[in-house]
Nanobody, 125 residues
Framework: QVQLVESGGGLVQAGGSLRLSCAAT????????MGWFRQAPGKEREFVAAISRYGGVTYYADSVKGRFTISRDNAKNTVYLQMNSLKPEDTADYYC??????????????????WGQGTQVTVSS
C-alpha cells in the first residue's frame, strides 16, 4: 500500500510563496503519475498540477499556470508544488495523489489510486 503525506501548508500574504511537499512510500514511486488537487470550502475538488512518471512532462490548470511549478525527486520519493504569486482564491486544502498506472489522464480524479490527507493553504489579502 502506498502512503502519501503532505506538508508545507500554512498562512501566507497575497503575492507570497509556499512550497508543498508530498512524501510517498513505495519501491516504484518513479513509475507513478503524481498530481496535486485542491478543494475550497463548499466546492468540488479540482485539478491543480501533475507530473508524469519519471518527471518528463508537467500539466497545470489554467488558473495556476505560470505561478505554480510541480516537480519530483524520485530518489527521495517526493513530489513538490512550488506556489508563487499566491492569490486569495488559491486558499484551499491541497491534496497529493498517485496513479500507479502512470496514466496520462492526469486531470481526472478517478485515475488516481492513492491520496494524502491534505494540507491547508490560506492566502490573505
Amino acid at each position: 500500500q502506498v502512503q502519501l503525506v503532505e506538508s508545507g501548508g500554512g498562512l501566507v500574504q497575497a503575492g507570497g510563496s509556499l512550497r508543498l511537499s508530498c512524501a510517498a512510500t513505495g519501491r516504484t514511486f518513479s513509475t507513478y503519475t503524481m498530481g496535486w488537487f485542491r478543494q475550497a470550502p463548499g466546492k468540488e475538488r479540482e485539478f491543480v498540477a501533475a507530473i508524469s512518471r519519471y518527471g518528463g512532462v508537467t500539466y497545470y490548470a489554467d488558473s495556476v499556470k505560470g505561478r505554480f511549478t510541480i516537480s519530483r525527486d524520485n530518489a527521495k520519493n517526493t513530489v513538490y508544488l512550488q506556489m508563487n504569486s499566491l492569490k486569495p482564491e488559491d486558499t484551499a486544502d491541497y491534496y497529493c495523489a498517485a496513479d500507479k498506472a502512470g496514466s496520462t489522464a492526469v486531470i481526472t480524479k478517478g485515475e488516481y489510486d492513492y491520496w494524502g490527507q491534505g494540507t491547508q493553504v490560506t492566502v490573505s489579502s
